[in-house]
């Protein structure tokens, strides 16, 4: 398995809430930002998804608080795409604070959805595959079975 893709973000005052910490709401926001960072870095735009006829969907999210994160705290969220079969994909991501503290691990199923028809299209990796101008951010290398992140 390759490196996973990574981002990096600074926990802004605002994003805190009364007792100081990163408002739960704000890890959601972080791990989208991070899956489409990895988007624009494989070439692959909003436009460039709508004009194919599909946008990524998200259907469950599991976040689990590890430790706190406060105003100034710098973290890395990563994300790595975990290929099954079938019309979804899994979609882990950590974030973890800069002396290697994680704060929160993020699960995501997500797919894609046919904008036309409103149904997942099958086999997402494809539509991944013929889109990227680099699989292995996607895990989508020969024989990969897991990496990568949207």
Same mark, same amino acid.
């Given at each position: 398995?390759?490196?996973?893709?990574?981002?990096?973000?600074?926990?802004?005052?605002?994003?805190?809430?009364?007792?100081?910490?990163?408002?739960?709401?704000?890890?959601?926001?972080? !791990?989208e930002?991070?899956?489409?960072?990895?988007? *624009?870095?494989?070439?692959?735009? *909003?436009? @460039?998804?709508?004009?194919?006829g599909?946008?990524?969907?998200?259907?469950?999210?599991?976040? @689990?608080?590890?430790?706190?994160?406060? !105003?100034?705290?710098?973290?890395?969220?990563?994300?790595?795409?975990?290929?099954?079969?079938?019309?979804?994909?899994?979609?882990?991501?950590?974030?973890?604070?800069?002396?290697?503290?994680?704060?929160?691990?993020?699960s995501?199923?997500?797919?894609?959805?046919?904008?036309?028809?409103?149904?997942?299209?099958?086999?997402? *990796?494809?539509?991944?595959?013929?889109?990227?101008?680099?699989?292995?951010?996607?895990?989508?290398?020969?024989?990969?079975?897991?990496?990568?992140?949207?």
């Amino acid at each position: 398995m390759s490196k996973p893709y990574s981002v990096r973000v600074t926990v802004r005052g605002y994003e805190t809430d009364v007792q100081g910490h990163l408002n739960q709401a704000v890890y959601l926001n972080y !791990a989208e930002h991070a899956r489409w960072s990895l988007l *624009q870095e494989a070439g692959i735009t *909003q436009s @460039r998804l709508q004009a194919h006829g599909v946008g990524p969907v998200a259907l469950e999210t599991t976040i @689990r608080y590890r430790r706190e994160l406060l !105003a100034g705290d710098e973290v890395d969220v990563s994300c790595v795409f975990v290929w099954g079969g079938g019309k979804t994909f899994t979609i882990e991501q950590t974030v973890t604070k800069t002396d290697g503290t994680v704060a929160a691990e993020v699960s995501a199923v997500g797919g894609l959805l046919d904008l036309e028809k409103r149904r997942l299209v099958p086999n997402p *990796q494809d539509v991944f595959r013929e889109l990227t101008k680099d699989t292995a951010l996607f895990g989508l290398g020969s024989d990969a079975a897991v990496t990568g992140c949207p």
